[in-house]
């Protein structure tokens, strides 16, 4: 090619690998919307049909699993099983922060978000919560996921979320011990667990015990030196 030709077809991969970046970011948003209604068929419909969440160091595998966790799992406790937004209920997922790194090919990527969770139930439905549930709580974690573009649409390939911590809004964080506990049980001997446990060396303890959530992504300093061949 020449060297025009050559400058346009890296200009055109420049910008196709932005919108990949807005798709996914809108992707990864529209997930949080659907998730803040509880609409599980919608929030399956995100995901490649192979595709998967880690949630309390557990897997839910394929449309089936993801329908399981916000359907039967989540929007069954929290709602009854019916479509938000829920009067009395407040379940609002903040999605930010947002670092996405394209494949040269195109064909698959990487995100990684934070997420804030507020979530609580007003004094005039208490009989809607669930015991093991405090009244008002909030929650921060970290996604660090896998997408794969499906025929030129961006899919979730695997949502890995990684709780950060849990508070007691009463409380607060420095007196709470998570709620939410790592699954022990997978499906069907539990109706709502996921469909397998992550090996024991990557189990995960909740608030307030931390682990360390790699990054995708090189530091911007590093990344720039390998691009440019430094040692």
Same mark, same amino acid.
């Given at each position: 090619?020449? *060297?025009?030709?050559? &400058?346009? /077809?890296?200009?055109?991969? &420049?910008? @196709?690998?932005?919108? *990949?970046?807005?798709?996914?970011? &809108?992707?990864?948003?529209?997930?949080?919307?659907?998730?803040?209604?509880?609409?599980?068929?919608?929030?399956?419909?995100?995901?490649?049909? *192979?595709?998967?969440?880690?949630?309390?160091?557990?897997?839910?595998?394929?449309? /089936? @699993?993801?329908?399981?966790?916000?359907?039967?799992?989540? /929007?069954?406790?929290?709602?009854?099983?019916?479509?938000?937004?829920?009067?009395?209920?407040?379940?609002?997922?903040?999605?930010?922060? *947002?670092?996405?790194?394209?494949?040269?090919?195109?064909?698959? $990527?990487?995100?990684?978000?934070?997420?804030?969770?507020? @979530?609580?139930?007003?004094?005039?439905?208490?009989?809607?919560?669930?015991?093991?549930?405090?009244?008002?709580?909030?929650?921060? @974690?970290?996604?660090?996921?896998?997408?794969?573009?499906?025929?030129?649409?961006?899919?979730?390939?695997?949502?890995?979320?990684?709780?950060?911590?849990?508070?007691?809004?009463?409380?607060?964080?420095?007196?709470?011990?998570?709620?939410?506990?790592? $699954?022990?049980?997978?499906?069907?001997?539990?109706?709502?667990?996921?469909?397998?446990?992550?090996?024991?060396?990557?189990?995960?303890?909740?608030?307030?015990? &931390?682990?360390?959530?790699?990054?995708?992504?090189?530091?911007?300093?590093?990344?720039?030196?390998? $691009?440019?061949?430094?040692?």
């Amino acid at each position: 090619m020449s *060297d025009t030709e050559s &400058r346009l /077809a890296a200009l055109e991969h &420049r910008v @196709g690998v932005l919108e *990949d970046m807005a798709a996914i970011r &809108r992707l990864h948003w529209a997930y949080g919307y659907y998730i803040d209604f509880n609409r599980p068929d919608e929030v399956a419909d995100l995901f490649a049909e *192979d595709g998967c969440v880690v949630f309390l160091s557990g897997e839910y595998v394929g449309h /089936a @699993g993801v329908k399981r966790l916000y359907g039967d799992w989540i /929007a069954g406790r929290f709602t009854g099983g019916k479509p938000g937004p829920v009067n009395g209920l407040l379940l609002d997922h903040f999605q930010m922060q *947002d670092i996405i790194t394209v494949a040269p090919d195109r064909k698959t $990527a990487k995100g990684r978000f934070h997420g804030i969770l507020l @979530g609580g139930w007003h004094d005039d439905f208490q009989d809607t919560k669930e015991d093991f549930m405090p009244q008002q709580f909030m929650e921060a @974690g970290i996604y660090e996921n896998d997408y794969v573009n499906v025929d030129g649409v961006w899919k979730i390939q695997r949502l890995d979320y990684m709780m950060q911590w849990q508070g007691d809004y009463e409380s607060g964080w420095a007196h709470t011990t998570a709620h939410l506990q790592p $699954a022990t049980k997978t499906f069907p001997e539990d109706p709502l667990g996921p469909d397998r446990l992550l090996p024991p060396s990557e189990h995960r303890k909740t608030w307030p015990y &931390r682990q360390d959530v790699p990054m995708h992504f090189a530091h911007p300093k590093f990344g720039i030196a390998f $691009a440019n061949g430094a040692k």
